[in-house]
């Protein structure tokens, strides 16, 4: 960009100020604007790539206290986790569940008869639809 610059001086020839025509100096105030906005650009651009490059660490501890790590890291895990394990494995239908509810419970404590669940289940195939 060429700029006609005319410079303003002190007794001594010192440069002390610039004289500038209003276009050179709208070009100026253009050109640091582009500038400006290239190096925003430019920093959200190397931020970007920071946040790719970079993993974000989890803090330590988070889970502190819910599992121990065994000595040996090729132990056995205890019991109750590898009943989980387990348990997701079996297909668990909704009559065996029932049951095993039903064993599990003490309905005679509950203090009413089985004969209230007799007649519960609505037996018929749905409504009818004539069309």
């Known amino acids: 960009m060429e700029l006609a610059e005319k410079f303003v001086t002190d007794a001594q020839g010192n440069r002390i100020g610039v004289l500038l ?26 931020s970007k790539k920071e946040e790719i490059t970079s993993p974000k660490m989890r803090p330590a501890g988070l889970c502190e206290g819910e599992f121990i790590v065994p000595d040996d890291f090729d132990d056995l895990l205890p019991e109750e986790i590898l009943q989980g394990f387990e348990s997701r494995k ?10 095993t509810f039903r064993q599990s419970q003490d309905f ?24």
């Open 21 to 46: 025509s209003i276009e050179d100096y709208q070009k100026l105030l253009d050109a640091l604007e582009t500038l400006k906005s290239v190096e925003t650009d430019d920093n959200a651009i190397m």
């Open 90 to 99: 079996k297909v668990n239908r909704f009559w065996d569940s029932l049951q």
């Open 108 to 131: 005679k404590a509950c203090n009413f008869d089985e004969d209230i669940f007799t007649n519960l289940r609505d037996k018929s195939t749905g409504r009818i639809v004539d069309l």
